[in-house]
């Protein structure tokens, strides 16, 4: 029997052995996360554009799902930066760096974080616009007096004004 022939007999039992185990492995999982169970934050960073300012694009490193008070430190292409604290939210904000690429290193020595790079103008804006109007909408939807969070990461003119419109968007349909 050639190689070709053997390949075509073998690839379809092969193709159902793959899904069956498949269902038969998921239909073994249970549909609920037990309640006791913690997520546990993934650490990350990235480089933001800030797309609200005029002229020349300016740029921050930011961070999130740290521990608290754990101390980082940072190296890239504008600079490098040691004993940033982290916050209460887990998170951190560095003004002033430059586009490119940074790796954060967390106090313990062991752990270091490939930073993301910027993303373009117009798809940060677009990331921005829809991001604040499903969290104005969320949060009126949940609670018709609700305000925007007030958090580390510095908000921006575009993402407060989508807020408001998914807020009022909310508020029209549910308060």
């Known amino acids: 029997m050639n190689r070709r022939l053997r390949l075509t007999l073998l690839t379809p039992p092969l193709a159902v052995s793959f899904a069956l185990g498949t269902a038969v492995g998921a239909h073994g999982m249970s549909e609920e996360v037990p309640q006791t169970a913690a997520v546990v934050p993934t650490a990350v960073c990235a480089v933001v554009r800030n797309t609200d300012a005029a002229g020349q694009?300016?740029?921050?490193?930011?961070?999130e799902g740290f521990k608290q008070g754990q101390k980082v430190s940072f190296i890239g292409p504008s600079h490098g930066g040691s004993g940033f604290t982290v916050d209460a939210d887990g998170a951190f904000v560095v003004t002033?760096?430059?586009?490119?690429?940074?790796?954060?290193?967390?106090?313990?020595?062991?752990?270091?974080?490939?930073?993301?790079?910027?993303?373009?103008?117009?798809?940060?804006?677009?990331?921005?616009?829809?991001k604040g109007f499903a969290d104005g909408y969320k949060a009126v939807k949940e609670n018709c007096q609700a305000k925007p969070a007030q958090g580390?990461?510095?908000r921006t003119e575009t993402y407060n004004k989508a807020w408001n419109e998914g807020a009022a968007a909310a508020a029209a349909k549910f308060c």
């Open 152 to 154: 580390i990461a510095p």
């Open 96 to 130: 002033g760096a430059k586009d490119g690429q940074y790796h954060i290193s967390v106090d313990d020595g062991e752990s270091i974080i490939k930073c993301a790079r910027a993303k373009t103008e117009q798809s940060q804006k677009d990331e921005e616009k829809a």
């Open 57 to 63: 694009a300016t740029f921050s490193l930011m961070g």
